[in-house]
């Protein structure tokens, strides 16, 4: 169990990103209820974690993004969840959902623990003061999720991920828009990563891990606004990495989270 604070995230990014969604979180949950990326984001969350026992939804944020009822027991973890009034708990959290006040860069967890671990857009908040402290914050997070995760379960993370052109401008406005972004706006600073970055993290732990970009639908949130998706070239992408039990477990398991019916053509995009 690692039980140090939040490591590599700068305190300015967790202050922000506490203050922000604890303040915004009903206005949050109608976005994300209502908005058409969204929507279909909901449906293939929903059918990946159908029919698990015990899961791990990483900066769940009092957002879920998937239907709890097909889930057998939810361990809900983020930096502010110890700060939520009863009432508020009651409104937006589910029986089958026991809540816990943690950082997803040191989960106050046992090793091997969860059936499947959750994380959907989360990684484009853990940021630091640069984007290869911010990459350092990532990789932590993964190796979190991983240290978790039961043998043979899955590690599902749905991200919003940047072609390499844009993150390549993203790279060093991340330094001026830590010190510029709070003058215009109440969200926090993001970074998004190309989904080949995190698909080659995630082949250093396993060799079956699965990469699928979902197609957005007409809007997507940014910086917490609602604009038309053509606006943005930050596309979702799903990751499902196997943690091997055995070869004839992992393989067994991949093969049927393979041949689940595809998505439908609309998505959501978290920022």
Known sequence: MNNEPHNGQSEVSVASNVSYFLEHLSEYHDSVRDI???KTLHQFISNEVAGVSELLDIGNGGV??????RVGSITAIDLFLGELP??????????????IQGSALALPEGDGKF????????????????????????????????????????????????????FRFEKPALWLLSRSIKSVFSHPVTLQF??????????????????????????????????????????????????FASNAVATSQFSAASSAPPVQSRRRVRC
């Open 194 to 243: 190309p989904a080949s970055m995190i698909k080659a993290e995630l082949e250093k732990k396993t060799d079956k891990v699965k990469m699928t970009e979902i197609p957005k639908g007409k809007f997507v949130l940014q910086f917490g606004f609602k604009v038309p998706s053509f606006l943005t070239p930050a596309m979702p992408f799903a990751f499902e990495a196997i943690k």
């Open 36 to 38: 058409d990326t969204y």
């Open 64 to 69: 879920f993004d998937y239907d709890t009822s």
């Open 115 to 166: 059936d499947m671990v959750l994380m959907v857009m989360l990684i484009h908040h853990l940021t630091s003061t640069d984007w290869r402290s911010s990459w350092d914050n990532a990789r932590l997070a993964l190796d979190e999720a991983w240290r978790v995760l039961k043998p043979g379960g899955r590690l599902l993370i749905v991200e919003s991920c940047v072609p390499w052109w844009f």
């Open 86 to 99: 009863p009432d508020v708990v009651a409104k937006y959290f589910p029986q089958n959902c026991r809540l």
